[in-house]
């Protein structure tokens, strides 16, 4: 007995340790954006890395979501004689959950254990210790400008799934099978108010930080080799996922 | 010049460095010899502040790197360069933004200028300008020492700590990047700090040797002195027996 509560006493303080240290390198990562040199170059070559090699998987995935959010919500809609509310609830779906949420879970995916990938490659071949010798701060030159870029990318990608994905839905639900044109869009502007879309804004923009976060942190304290760098991608996907999550309901709750 | 004094860092309750005292002479090339996983590597990082230690004092001109934090770290270590084991060339950058990379950090130089040094660094490692264009994964282990080198001298430090020079490379190699550091200390006349457990090309760099063993050091001396050495580990380990090695 003593010793189960031992090892849960070790679990939980090893627990607020590590979420200590991910939040002071939260903040140091933030606070080193207002000092000079401020490196807009890096910030661009991130968000291009992040953000724009993203988008075709965020197309592809939000097309398919759209698509199928039409076709399911069409023979849901149609046993209550309401086809004309499917533009309502596509947008609904997607602004208020779907877009942020997928969006941050295919960001992680691709763009997140990539970005884990590369900064523990730099700690396990020295190059991080490099950049330190040469009075260089490699929280301000590696990590800072990924923490902007995926605060950038992430909400502007999230704005292209949920474009794409009411379009996915107008191409099943109006051209393949029927609803009027007009009632999906009105239907859609009726119901969208601008707290859904500030709603989906919040979470984007605290999706794409907790990703680059998690997924910096996890590169920068890889340990041992090539298979810590693989252990370390692994954890990041992993947390990701489970945090984007758990703030999706924490946030949901706090917009209803 | 630059002193070690009673210098103590353990991992995980394990002793590493267990009270070293080492004095590094300016304008001078000391090796450190040692057999592997001794704690060569974690003395030198404790000389540019990447490690902390537990207990002591590294003085470089009379200031103490492991007390110094901020503003003061970062100009301190602005007179350091590192060599480090397998080169820390960044891989998103080509050789010659390596090369080029502390002069656009720290120099604040026009690019005419930075040109002309990378290039003249790139020359005098017997490099050519085509392999400027060049990224560090099309490199070979001795290209990529000398471009690590290249990029240690462009800011012509005043100190140099070289970990493991030439660990991985061939003989003929090993002997071009020895020749290179003799070649570009005779020229700038740094401070270097060798670590290394190739003997005996190590001697022919050497103006001081100094052996870490169990996490002290247990003989500094002039390489031909190290060699009549009265101790028999140091003995030992010079002629490469392998009952030192597993003592």
């Avoid at chain 1, 779906?93 to 590369?118: C, F, Y």
């Avoid at chain 2, 870490?212 to 003989?219: D, E, F, K, S, T």
């Amino acid at each position: 007995m003593v010793a189960f509560i031992q090892l849960l006493g070790r679990v939980v303080l090893n627990w607020v340790r590590e979420t200590g240290r991910i939040q002071l390198f939260l903040l140091q990562g933030l606070a080193l954006a207002f000092v000079p040199p401020f490196r807009p170059r890096r910030v661009l070559q991130e968000i291009n890395q992040i953000g724009v090699k993203s988008t075709l998987i965020i197309l592809l995935t939000a097309l398919f979501t759209g698509m199928v959010l039409g076709l399911q919500g069409y023979y849901t809609l149609r046993k209550y004689g309401s086809e004309g509310a499917l533009g309502a609830a596509v947008a609904l779906s997607l602004i208020r959950e779907m877009g942020p949420v997928l969006t941050a879970l295919m960001v992680s995916a691709r763009a997140g254990s990539a970005v884990t990938a590369e900064v523990g490659i730099m700690r396990i071949t020295e190059q991080l210790d490099a950049l330190d010798t040469m009075a260089v701060n490699p929280v301000q030159y590696v990590v800072m400008p990924k923490l902007l870029a995926g605060l950038i990318a992430v909400p502007l990608l999230t704005a292209i799934f949920d474009v794409v994905g009411i379009l996915g839905g107008y191409l099943v639900g109006v051209v393949l099978l029927g609803v009027s044109s007009g009632s999906y869009f009105s239907g859609m502007v009726q119901s969208v108010v601008p707290l859904d879309i500030n709603g989906g804004i919040v979470k984007s923009l605290v999706f794409g930080l907790t990703i680059i976060l998690v997924a910096s942190y996890k590169g920068y304290h890889t340990e041992h080799g090539a298979e810590g760098v693989s252990r370390a991608t692994n954890q990041t996907v992993v947390l990701s996922a489970v945090l984007v999550l758990a703030w999706d309901y924490l946030l949901t709750s706090f917009f209803m | 010049m630059i002193q070690v004094i009673d210098l103590h860092k353990s991992f995980n309750g394990q002793a590493v460095l267990d009270g070293i005292n080492l004095e590094i002479p300016t304008g001078k090339i000391t090796v450190v010899i040692g057999k592997s996983g001794v704690g060569k590597s974690v003395l030198l990082k404790h000389l540019i502040g990447l490690l902390k230690p537990d207990r002591g004092q590294v003085l470089v001109d009379g200031l103490d790197i492991t007390k110094l934090q901020g503003r003061k770290l970062q100009d301190l270590k602005k007179r350091f360069a590192v060599l480090f084991q397998g080169g820390a060339l960044f891989d998103s950058l080509n050789v010659f933004e390596n090369i080029a990379f502390p002069l656009r950090e720290k120099a604040r130089l026009p690019e005419g200028e930075i040109v002309r040094r990378v290039h003249e660094r790139l020359e005098q490692m017997n490099l050519s300008l085509e392999a400027g264009k060049k990224f560090p994964d099309e490199l070979s282990g001795g290209m990529k020492k000398r471009v690590a080198l290249a990029r240690a001298m462009i800011q012509e430090p005043e100190i140099i700590l070289f970990d493991e020079p030439v660990t991985g490379l061939d003989p003929p190699m090993s002997n071009t990047v020895f020749h290179l550091i003799k070649k570009t200390h005779a020229a700038s006349n740094y401070t270097a700090l060798v670590v290394a457990h190739d003997i005996p090309e190590v001697f022919s760099i050497a103006d001081v040797v100094a052996m870490l063993h169990h996490g002290r050091i247990i003989a500094c001396c002039g390489p031909e002195e190290i060699k009549h050495h009265p101790d028999p580990v140091v003995q030992s380990f010079i002629r490469g027996e392998p009952d030192f090695l597993e003592a």
